[in-house]
């Protein structure tokens, strides 16, 4: 089972589009064991997207983050990372295919919607930067066999 950390941006809190979303992840057979209702600082966007700092649309990236509240979700699951990177779809909602997230609900570029961990390595880096171990819940779901590995 892998573990990953989903952001549901502010365009996707500012549009009420929180629940579809956060379906769209349930559907699919992700467990929630983590989920927060968060203002992300500078400071925070910074690091989480410090792989980007320096690239021409870095600084409007940071004010979109901290625009408004953005719902931090911890997921886990079977392939968790690219399965959830799968179902956002590319990057750009103008790109992103018919039945992903990008794909459905947007056709910004900038204003996307999601973000997704892309590796184990950013997962782990990403879930701790946004969640203490402790406010990750392991627990059951009574259809867990039909979720599980083979
Ligand atoms: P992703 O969010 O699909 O992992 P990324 O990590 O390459 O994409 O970029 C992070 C975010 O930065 C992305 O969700 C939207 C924005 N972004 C990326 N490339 C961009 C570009 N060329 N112009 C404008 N915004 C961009
Ligand atoms: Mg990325």
Redesign the pocket.
């Known amino acids: 089972m892998e573990r990953t950390l989903i952001l549901l941006k502010p365009d996707a809190v500012q549009r009420r589009l929180i629940g579809r979303v956060i379906g769209r992840f349930e559907c699919k057979g992700l467990k929630v064991i983590g989920m927060r209702l968060m203002q992300i600082s500078d400071e925070l966007a910074a690091t989480h997207?410090e792989a980007?700092q320096g690239k021409p649309?870095y600084a409007g990236?940071v004010q979109f983050m901290t625009s408004g509240p953005v719902v931090a979700m911890a997921l886990e699951g079977n392939k968790a990372i690219n399965v959830c990177r799968k179902l956002m779809g590319a990057?750009f909602g103008s790109d992103a295919d018919a039945g992903t997230i990008r794909g459905d609900f947007g056709i910004s570029?900038?204003f996307?919607l999601v973000?997704g961990s892309?590796s184990p390595e950013a997962a782990q880096r990403e879930l701790e930067l946004f969640f203490d171990a402790s406010d990750l819940h392991s627990y059951d779901l009574i259809d867990d066999k039909w979720n599980a590995t083979e």
């Open positions: 997207y980007h649309f990236l990057t570029d900038g996307n973000h892309d």
